[in-house]
């Protein structure tokens, strides 16, 4: 994983435990969204901070089809996002 995946991935970590109260013990780079019971609404929400955050345009979708934080990651910064 590369220095700057790796800094996107833990950024996305860092929301899902600080913001979205996910428990900590449970979250990691390969952890499914969808196990940690983040639904489409919380998808929306995490796409919308993560604009906000990295400065490029993030949709729902793309997190929902990523899967988990490590794909996420990967998909953001094939996007552009520089950390």
Not at 41 to 65: F, H, K, P, Y
Request: aromatic share 4%; no cysteine.
């Amino acid at each position: 994983m590369s220095e700057n995946i790796s800094r996107v991935a833990d950024i996305i970590l860092d929301m899902m435990v600080n913001k979205y109260e996910a428990p900590p013990a449970d979250v990691s780079a390969d952890s499914e969204f969808e196990s940690l019971g983040f639904d489409s609404l919380v998808l929306v929400e995490m796409a919308v901070d993560l604009s906000r955050e990295l400065g490029i345009d993030v949709e729902d979708d793309e997190l929902n089809q990523a899967g988990s934080p490590s794909k996420a990651a990967e998909m953001l910064v094939s996007k552009g996002a520089l950390v």
